[in-house]
């Protein structure tokens, strides 16, 4: 392999004779690896888009911070110090 | 209010999710940590209580008719997706009791705090009591990811 930093050949080796493969094959197989990760990553961010174009809290009420206080302060008093 | 050395991770509360789905809250910074995590240039995790306090929280507003039920199911189910490190308080509960009486906070308040102080995170948070409990933390909407670590967000 061309132009792969010695130390970086080295661990793509040991780790190819570690999982019974080529260094070849490994290779392909950590570049489909991290290809795949990192579309799922960006689908993450994408999604997160989505999921706020379609959510939207009517006013009107509390906050949720507000709500969410309520809930975790319920039956409890906190002492006056 | 940002305190303590750099950290590469975070533990989010519920109040921080919400704010950070919810467009209308307007806060940029809750939605720049979220993408920060959703994009795994930072480490997360959360307590278990998270899920139900984020649930019971939606549940509230659908029932006031203030948040349709599908936008709630698309949320939960992005929060699901995430890779966050899930802490289950069962295993934590004598680090949470006694955080609860050292701090006056309510065991579920202590949960978040107990998770960020474990992972020597950053607790992100809407809450202004538990911001201040926690040893290390971003108020929303004040502080962003950018604030804490910088613009490489840590690199985690």
């Known amino acids: 392999m061309r132009g792969v930093p010695d130390e ?5 080796r040991v780790e190819a ?22 579309r799922r990553r960006t689908d993450l961010v994408l999604r997160l888009e989505e999921v706020r174009r379609r959510f939207q ?14 809930d975790r302060d319920r039956g409890h008093r906190p002492p006056l110090y | 209010m940002v305190t303590g050395p750099r950290s590469t991770s975070a533990v989010l509360d519920a109040s921080s999710f919400v704010r950070a789905v919810d467009p209308e809250s307007g806060d940029e910074r809750a939605r720049a940590w979220l993408e920060a995590i959703a994009g795994e240039r930072l480490d997360a995790s959360v307590p278990d209580v998270f899920f139900l306090e984020v649930t019971n929280t939606f549940t509230k507003l659908i029932r006031a008719g203030r948040l ?40 579920y308040d202590a949960s978040y705090v107990v998770v960020a102080a474990r992972a020597d995170a950053v607790l992100v948070t809407a809450d202004r009591r538990l911001a201040d409990t926690a040893s290390r ?5 004040w502080v962003g990811p950018e604030d804490v670590f910088g613009d490489s967000e840590g690199d985690a």
């Open chain 2, 68 to 107: 349709e039920p599908q936008a709630a199911e698309d949320a939960l189910g992005f929060a699901h997706s995430l890779e966050l490190s899930v802490i289950e308080t069962r295993d934590i509960v004598w680090e949470i009791l006694a955080a609860a009486l050292d701090t006056g906070l309510s065991a």
């Open chain 1, 8 to 12: 970086l050949y080295e661990e793509l």
């Open chain 2, 137 to 141: 933390s971003a108020l929303l909407p």
């Open chain 1, 57 to 70: 809290i009517r006013p009107g009420g509390p906050t949720p911070e507000e709500l969410i206080r309520e």
């Open chain 1, 17 to 38: 004779k570690r999982e019974g493969r080529s260094i070849g094959a490994q290779a392909i197989v950590l570049l489909r690896t991290g290809l795949e990760e990192r």
